[in-house]
Nanobody
Framework: QVQVVESGGGLVQAGGSLRLSCVAS????????MGWYRQTPGKQRELVAR???????DYAGSVTGRFTISRDNAKNMAYLQMNSLKPEDTAVYYC?????????WGQGTQVTVSL
C-alpha cells in the first residue's frame, strides 16, 4: 500500500502563484511515476502534469508554460509550481502515485483562483 498526502492549496488572485506539495509513503519501491490531476464538479478528473522516476514530464496543454512538476526522489515528494493562474484553474487537485496497473490517490486540495 501507498499513502499519498497533498498540501499547499488555497485562494489566490488571477495571475498569482501557488505551489502544491505531495508526499508518498509506504510501499514506494513500486512507484514508477507521480502526477497531479484536477477535478471540478460534474467533470471527470483530468491530468495536469506527470513525472516519471526518470524525470520525464508530461503536461496538459492548458497548463504548459505555466505549471511545472518536479520531484525529490530522496524525500518521496512531488511538487506542482503553478504560475499565472487563471480562474479556470479552480479545482480540487489530487496527487497520484503510480505503480504499474494501479494509481494511488491523495485526498485532494482545493485551489481557487479569483478574478
Amino acid at each position: 500500500q501507498v499513502q499519498v498526502v497533498e498540501s499547499g492549496g488555497g485562494l489566490v488572485q488571477a495571475g498569482g502563484s501557488l505551489r502544491l506539495s505531495c508526499v508518498a509513503s509506504g510501499s514506494i519501491a513500486s512507484i514508477v511515476a507521480m502526477g497531479w490531476y484536477r477535478q471540478t464538479p460534474g467533470k471527470q478528473r483530468e491530468l495536469v502534469a506527470r513525472i516519471t522516476n526518470g524525470g520525464t514530464t508530461d503536461y496538459a496543454g492548458s497548463v504548459t508554460g505555466r505549471f511545472t512538476i518536479s520531484r525529490d526522489n530522496a524525500k518521496n515528494m512531488a511538487y506542482l509550481q503553478m504560475n499565472s493562474l487563471k480562474p479556470e484553474d479552480t479545482a480540487v487537485y489530487y496527487c497520484s502515485a503510480e505503480r504499474i496497473g494501479y494509481r494511488y490517490w491523495g485526498q485532494g486540495t482545493q485551489v481557487t483562483v479569483s478574478l
